[in-house]
């Protein structure tokens, strides 16, 4: 499956923001696909993640509430929609899959096999 993000760009603090991966490729339904963020000079840390299938959601501890993944697998798309923007929200987002994922993996991204080449969310303050 190729990936590719989109919907970054600038943003107030406590604005809002909704991030897009496409993907192309067969069986998108069968994939689980996650955002993980990297600041500069951070490590890319996990984000969100939506499961194959039934879709059950996952988010980073940071997120608090503030974002919400879903998917439309006819579409084949994944959406972030991202509220209450913070300054230590600024980072490249990346969308990843994995085929099948067992659901203790989800946040590891040594087991994203598939990636897209990032979009930039800035929020000033």
């Known amino acids: 499956v190729q990936l590719q993000a989109s919907g970054g760009g600038l943003v107030q603090a406590g604005g809002s923001r909704r991030l897009l991966c496409s993907a192309s490729g067969r069986a998108f339904i069968s994939y689980t696909v996650a955002w993980f963020r990297q600041a500069p000079g951070k490590a890319r840390e996990f984000v969100s993640a939506i499961k194959y299938g039934v879709g059950t959601t996952y988010y980073g501890d940071f997120v608090k509430g503030r974002f919400t993944i879903s998917r439309d697998n006819d579409k084949k798309m994944v959406y972030l929609q991202m509220n209450s923007l913070q300054p230590e929200d600024t980072a490249v987002y990346y969308c990843?899959?994995?085929?099948?994922?067992?659901?203790?993996?989800?946040?590891?991204?040594?087991?994203?096999?598939?990636w897209g080449q990032g979009t930039l969310v800035t929020v000033s303050s």
């Open positions: 990843a899959a994995a085929s099948f994922l067992h659901d203790d993996y989800y946040s590891a991204k040594q087991y994203y096999n598939f």
